[in-house]
């Protein structure tokens, strides 16, 4: 076989894209859509784990960016129960400062905000310089659940997916950069994780009552995406749809594109060295008895 020959085979076989935050190599041989790995294939959790560190890593990076040019990222997180977004928003916000990303999962409205304008209560949430604010569900509450559990009329989402768009638009004009995200899941992928939810412990609080009706309801929460996406999905503020049924991947993919929608840059590292400790002088160990935790691991 010719050199030529060999170096033709050897690019039949693997096919590599990338983006400014990574790069990702695929089996081409199995699917030539290079932004779309195959399906059968799993991810490993040893390079999950080794990639969303690097991904944390640029997080940080962003977080320095943010808070040293003042600027204004509002995400917002969107999807059916047991999408994922809960997964998603904890790995981005997992390794920085609260103080620069601060999560918002406003509770249901009571009385008074309910007699208020109903984007009122989530304008105060959005971003000011030098933080990044996550929506873990936003202002589009009304034209998924409230409209599909009928917590508000049809009139009332048809008024609110005409002025969305303006009202998107003016936070994009103060400065804010807006990303929106629907996480999408299969019906089946759905009842999987609700499933098992209901037999582990630790994830029991997330099955409401109000998620068990919603489950039945796949095809009414459809049309509503729907007819949100329609209507909200603009050049200023765009929708981004991400497949979540494999959640590592989807992980990866929602925090890598997040950053490439930024134009952040990462801040040469200061030198840091521990001081020296200060003399103990006349210090001693108090001998009064404390409350000790017991040891028992």
Same mark, same amino acid.
């Given at each position: 076989m010719s050199h030529k020959k060999k170096k033709k085979?050897?690019?039949?076989?693997?096919?590599?894209?990338?983006?400014?935050?990574?790069?990702?190599?695929?089996?081409?041989?199995?699917? %030539?859509?290079? &932004?779309?790995? $195959?399906?059968?294939?799993?991810?490993?959790?040893?390079?999950?784990?080794?990639?969303?560190?690097?991904?944390?890593?640029?997080?940080?990076?962003?977080? %320095?960016w943010v808070v040293r040019e003042g600027a204004k990222?509002?995400?917002?997180?969107?999807?059916?129960?047991?999408?994922?977004?809960?997964?998603?928003?904890?790995?981005?916000?997992?390794?920085? +400062?609260?103080?620069?990303?601060?999560?918002?999962?406003?509770?249901? $409205? =009571? @009385?008074?905000?309910?007699? %208020?304008?109903? *984007?009122?209560?989530?304008?105060?949430? /959005?971003?000011?310089?030098?933080?990044?604010?996550?929506?873990?569900? +936003?202002?589009?509450?009304?034209?998924?659940?409230?409209?599909?559990? &009928?917590?508000?009329?049809? @009139?009332?989402?048809?008024? !609110?997916?005409? /002025?969305? $768009?303006?009202?998107?638009?003016?936070?994009?004009? +103060?400065?804010? *950069?807006?990303?929106?995200?629907?996480?999408?899941?299969?019906?089946?992928? %759905?009842?999987?994780?609700?499933? +098992?939810?209901?037999?582990?412990?630790?994830?029991?609080?997330?099955? =409401?009552?109000?998620?068990?009706?919603?489950?039945?309801?796949?095809?009414?929460?459809?049309?509503?995406?729907?007819?949100?996406?329609?209507?909200? @999905?603009?050049? !200023?503020?765009?929708?981004?749809?991400?497949?979540?049924? @494999?959640?590592? #991947?989807?992980?990866?993919?929602?925090?890598?594109?997040?950053?490439?929608?930024?134009?952040?840059?990462?801040?040469?590292? =200061?030198?840091?060295?521990?001081?020296? #400790?200060?003399?103990?002088?006349?210090?001693?160990?108090?001998?009064?008895?404390?409350?000790?935790? $017991?040891?028992?691991?």
């Amino acid at each position: 076989m010719s050199h030529k020959k060999k170096k033709k085979k050897r690019q039949g076989k693997q096919a590599t894209h990338g983006s400014r935050s990574g790069r990702v190599t695929v089996d081409a041989s199995q699917d %030539q859509d290079l &932004g779309k790995p $195959p399906a059968a294939a799993k991810l490993r959790r040893k390079d999950y784990e080794r990639e969303l560190a690097r991904l944390q890593v640029e997080l940080v990076h962003l977080q %320095q960016w943010v808070v040293r040019e003042g600027a204004k990222v509002c995400g917002v997180f969107e999807g059916r129960d047991g999408a994922g977004k809960g997964g998603v928003i904890k790995r981005i916000t997992e390794r920085v +400062s609260p103080r620069v990303f601060r999560v918002v999962a406003l509770p249901a $409205p =009571s @009385d008074r905000e309910k007699t %208020q304008m109903y *984007i009122q209560r989530y304008l105060p949430h /959005l971003p000011a310089g030098g933080e990044i604010v996550i929506f873990d569900r +936003s202002w589009y509450n009304r034209a998924g659940v409230e409209r599909v559990m &009928g917590f508000c009329t049809e @009139d009332e989402v048809r008024r !609110f997916l005409a /002025l969305t $768009p303006f009202t998107e638009q003016a936070i994009v004009d +103060s400065g804010v *950069i807006l990303l929106k995200y629907w996480l999408d899941v299969t019906a089946d992928e %759905q009842t999987r994780r609700l499933e +098992s939810r209901m037999d582990d412990g630790r994830k029991t609080w997330k099955l =409401s009552p109000m998620d068990l009706q919603s489950y039945s309801r796949w095809y009414d929460y459809s049309r509503a995406r729907d007819d949100m996406l329609a209507a909200t @999905d603009t050049e !200023f503020a765009p929708w981004f749809v991400a497949d979540s049924n @494999d959640k590592r #991947r989807a992980r990866l993919n929602i925090i890598s594109h997040l950053l490439d929608q930024i134009p952040y840059k990462a801040l040469p590292p =200061s030198k840091v060295a521990l001081p020296d #400790r200060q003399e103990p002088a006349d210090y001693r160990e108090p001998t009064r008895a404390r409350h000790l935790v $017991p040891q028992r691991f």
